[in-house]
């Protein structure tokens, strides 16, 4: 065990490393051709290419150094590069793993429920689960941004924003429903509530809809009757 003082001092050691990490991140990132800001990229990071691959220890100091905001940004980054690569397992693990609320506002499903009861928490393999089924319908979509991740401002908001927009094309059979060639031009803005683990704990939604969301709306309401 170390004692009080020895752990007091790794603490100020790593913290006063914590610069020179920063450091090396934007200069890979300038070799890179990356906007330092995530808010203003126009298509998702690559884990890769942020901080949230350091390990835990120095993401938690950077939460107490400043780095907060940031960080929660790259994890929404991170969960729409899982999208724009078709990475299931990348998607997953940007969710607690309780999972998280989802609200879809502009649910074709939820047109007539109260904003209050729109809300459900589901898992993070359910959410995982209904990318595939979008993925695999249009396999060929890509995520990009009228405006990119941006945490709110005021210290204790932990709300990321996002204004993105997909194109592609309905080119492929998913949940039983055959393509028609349509293309893919959907778009909403998302924010994302990411907690101190940097995992995505809820989301609000408000967007539009694909011709095969609205297809599988139509066969789901076919089959209860």
């Not at 200069?27 to 949230?52: E, V, Y």
Request: aromatic share 8%; charged share 20%; glycine share 8%.
């Amino acid at each position: 065990m170390l004692s009080k003082s020895a752990t007091l001092t790794v603490v100020i050691g790593l913290a006063a490393f914590l610069p020179t990490i920063s450091s090396a991140l934007t200069t890979k990132r300038s070799i890179l051709g990356t906007i330092h800001q995530p808010q203003l990229q126009t298509r998702p990071i690559a884990p890769t290419d942020n901080i949230t691959g350091l390990p835990l220890l120095v993401k938690k100091i950077g939460l107490k150094f400043g780095r907060g905001k940031q960080l929660r940004e790259e994890v929404v980054h991170k969960y729409f590069h899982g999208v724009d690569t078709q990475n299931i397992p990348q998607i997953v693990d940007c969710f607690h793993p309780d999972g998280a609320i989802i609200r879809d506002v502009c649910s074709l499903a939820n047109r007539d429920v109260p904003y209050d009861q729109v809300g459900k928490s589901v898992s993070a393999e359910f959410l995982g689960e209904r990318c595939r089924e979008f993925l695999a319908a249009h396999p060929d979509c890509r995520v990009k941004f009228h405006h990119g991740p941006t945490c709110g401002r005021g210290l204790n908001n932990n709300w990321v924003y996002a204004h993105w927009y997909e194109e592609g094309t309905f080119s492929g059979n998913s949940q039983g429903i055959e393509p028609d060639g349509s293309p893919l031009t959907v778009q909403g803005q998302t924010r994302f509530l990411v907690g101190n683990d940097l995992k995505i704990k809820e989301i609000v939604i408000t967007r539009t809809f694909s011709r095969w969301e609205e297809a599988l709306l139509e066969k789901n309401k076919g089959s209860k009757q």
